[in-house]
């Protein structure tokens, strides 16, 4: 069932750059946030992971969506929807933001922009936090207005995306720091453009401002390509794996607090600052998580495509369970993602995975992102 | 692109009739509330019409997740997120209730069942409206639990459905009346069935309780269908256009309100009613909606899948929009759905309609449900 047909309808948007994966071979999608997002084009898996390691690529990601908040209460709406402390945050930056109910069970884990004091994106996990922030803001009478913002991403990914980026842009794009965004000017329209994106390997998101301008940044971007072997190309599982990168509803989901998820770093637990879900997250951090995101490297041949949560045993019970999955032609290994209980999540601990092939793999716990050959 | 690719991870869930439907060769998946929806089994889509129309199918729409409210509160904030009057609503009594925003724009169009005085479910079209109760719930302060509940809705359509459910349950399944459900019993554990479903050929909805509990019911139903031509199937695209059954995220999204959709005798407006965007739907009925949902038989050859919505045009100008289209052969015509301009909407009005595939197609406009051959 790893791959299986997709009806595509209106419910299904599609996004400015559609039209051009499709002419340049995209095999399938899956949906994230109500969108189609790339899953693959004509390489394998593992032809596009070196190419993304060793290039730049252009990345249809229209779905994630922006929610965008303004008005007198935007920063307190937005300060309330995660215990990230946002009171230093800058005009300009760029903050990977858990969000959790009150019961600190994960809503979703998007990358927050500081437009103005009074102005933010919410670029979203595939859950519909636009629901979630209007409620709130109902309910609780605030002054801000919370809709979807007609901006759809554009990624260019991978070690050659400054000299991409630099032959459309100007150099001063090389200028852009780490989760950083500036304004840059592409035929008298202005793209908010952060150096950021789904993968390890550095490069740009460009927030593209107008369904209506989408295909025309795209175009720039490909036909300023020649030389840099330039491909299209989408999140690639193995380097998300090994690169430690979370995907909300496969590694975390409300079940799921953030410090289960090694986001500790960005939950603020001293009680000063008011969120939802302060107290319930403060009494877990009191008596600390019960398991913990790891990585895992397992033997075997090439695992199956992890559908559904794979036990992990020790000594024939279960202390765990594999998320994401996939083989690895740099670790020659599967490398997985896994929830892990507390007393054995230490990294070399030896575990045994029960795939959905009905096949039982020995592998070892890892640390993220992971270091290999 | 009508047919692409789905890659199934976690994130996009299984159901617990998942095994079956790849059992009996599925072909295709939607996603509906990060759950997959079979599309299709190895009939075309026409056979697949006949066959609802005449014999009995199963349904994985699990999918349809159930919102549950409960507690002191539960029954305040239903009402609050409905312009449908729920005050006289009856235990036991399913309920197709709009749902809207502040600014009266559909967000959903659920059917709720009542369950006791205090406690909802919430079936759910494709959007996370979850989080959406739980945003108001919290913002408001209600004292009310809202989740998700474990239960799989499993629906068998068609006209011999109440031949095959009384197999399984007894002869009193043909009392339950339209749109109220009873407790049936499988082996000992209760399921909520409603007479009700997303096709206009008559049948049920189980509301199975337990993902554990699933398949059991699924092969209690598959196996009593011996001499009723049984099969998988799933809503159907023709059949849903002929019968007028809107779908959430094609016909309307929030920036239709429920008038436009030909909802209002669902809508309380008198004013004596306390809803979310109350003020903002009596502005909308005074002066009447500019546009409405209407039929529309078209000339040509097959129309191309609508996944995008196509422009409609009288004279030379744009006068709404098709959002779902498919050959209908009923009708030996195409038949779609169509927002209309209130000035044309008139039945019989003569309408061109511009195809994805680059060709103008000529049709007329009609009523819902279509009447027909």
Same mark, same amino acid.
């Given at each position: 069932m790893a791959q299986m047909k997709l009806q595509v309808s209106r419910r299904q948007r599609a996004t400015p750059y559609t039209s051009r994966v499709e002419a340049l071979g995209v095999s399938g999608f899956s949906v994230v946030n109500h969108t189609i997002l790339p899953k /693959?084009?004509? *390489?394998?898996v593992e032809e596009d992971y070196w190419h993304l390691k060793n290039h730049v690529q252009l990345w249809d990601v229209g779905c994630q969506r922006q929610v965008e908040l303004r008005g007198a209460d935007a920063a307190r709406l937005a300060q309330l929807m995660t215990? *990230?402390?946002? %009171?230093? @945050?800058?005009? /300009?930056q760029c903050l990977y933001a858990p969000m959790i109910d009150a019961? @600190?069970?994960?809503l979703n884990d998007p990358v927050i922009l500081k437009l103005a004091e009074d102005r933010f994106w919410f670029s979203i996990a595939d859950a519909d936090m636009l629901l979630w922030a209007k409620g709130l803001a109902l309910g609780m009478g605030l002054d801000v207005t919370v809709d979807e913002a007609d901006v759809w991403p554009l990624a260019v990914q991978g070690p050659r995306s400054d000299d991409l980026m630099a032959r459309v842009? /100007?150099?001063?794009? %090389? @200028?852009? *720091?780490?989760f950083r965004f500036d304004r840059l000017e592409l035929n008298g329209r202005e793209i908010v453009t952060a150096r950021s994106g789904f993968s390890r390997q550095g490069g740009f998101e460009l927030y593209v401002d107008g369904f209506d301008f989408g295909a025309e940044v795209w175009d720039a971007l490909w036909q300023a390509g020649d030389g840099l072997e330039l491909s299209a190309g989408c999140p690639n599982l193995i380097e998300r794996i090994e690169g430690g990168l979370l995907s909300y509803g496969n590694?975390?989901? *409300?079940?799921?607090?953030p410090l289960e998820c090694g986001l500790e770093r960005y939950c603020q637990l001293d009680g000063s600052l008011d969120y939802i879900g302060m107290p319930a997250l403060r009494r877990i951090a009191e008596r600390g998580p019960d398991r913990m995101i790891r990585g895992l490297i397992f033997d075997g041949d090439a695992c199956p495509a992890c559908q559904r949560p794979w036990p992990l045993m020790i000594d024939g019970t279960q202390m765990g369970y594999v998320t994401s999955a996939i083989w690895s032609p740099r670790f020659q290994r599967n490398v997985a993602l896994a929830m892990i209980e507390r007393e054995h999540w230490q990294h070399g601990t030896a575990v045994e995975v029960h795939c959905e092939d009905g096949r039982e793999r020995g592998g070892v716990i890892t640390e993220l992102p992971m270091e290999g050959p």
């Amino acid at each position: 069932m790893a791959q299986m047909k997709l009806q595509v309808s209106r419910r299904q948007r599609a996004t400015p750059y559609t039209s051009r994966v499709e002419a340049l071979g995209v095999s399938g999608f899956s949906v994230v946030n109500h969108t189609i997002l790339p899953k /693959g084009f004509e *390489r394998s898996v593992e032809e596009d992971y070196w190419h993304l390691k060793n290039h730049v690529q252009l990345w249809d990601v229209g779905c994630q969506r922006q929610v965008e908040l303004r008005g007198a209460d935007a920063a307190r709406l937005a300060q309330l929807m995660t215990p *990230r402390d946002l %009171r230093q @945050a800058e005009i /300009g930056q760029c903050l990977y933001a858990p969000m959790i109910d009150a019961d @600190a069970g994960m809503l979703n884990d998007p990358v927050i922009l500081k437009l103005a004091e009074d102005r933010f994106w919410f670029s979203i996990a595939d859950a519909d936090m636009l629901l979630w922030a209007k409620g709130l803001a109902l309910g609780m009478g605030l002054d801000v207005t919370v809709d979807e913002a007609d901006v759809w991403p554009l990624a260019v990914q991978g070690p050659r995306s400054d000299d991409l980026m630099a032959r459309v842009f /100007g150099e001063s794009v %090389r @200028a852009i *720091r780490f989760f950083r965004f500036d304004r840059l000017e592409l035929n008298g329209r202005e793209i908010v453009t952060a150096r950021s994106g789904f993968s390890r390997q550095g490069g740009f998101e460009l927030y593209v401002d107008g369904f209506d301008f989408g295909a025309e940044v795209w175009d720039a971007l490909w036909q300023a390509g020649d030389g840099l072997e330039l491909s299209a190309g989408c999140p690639n599982l193995i380097e998300r794996i090994e690169g430690g990168l979370l995907s909300y509803g496969n590694e975390m989901t *409300r079940d799921n607090n953030p410090l289960e998820c090694g986001l500790e770093r960005y939950c603020q637990l001293d009680g000063s600052l008011d969120y939802i879900g302060m107290p319930a997250l403060r009494r877990i951090a009191e008596r600390g998580p019960d398991r913990m995101i790891r990585g895992l490297i397992f033997d075997g041949d090439a695992c199956p495509a992890c559908q559904r949560p794979w036990p992990l045993m020790i000594d024939g019970t279960q202390m765990g369970y594999v998320t994401s999955a996939i083989w690895s032609p740099r670790f020659q290994r599967n490398v997985a993602l896994a929830m892990i209980e507390r007393e054995h999540w230490q990294h070399g601990t030896a575990v045994e995975v029960h795939c959905e092939d009905g096949r039982e793999r020995g592998g070892v716990i890892t640390e993220l992102p992971m270091e290999g050959p």
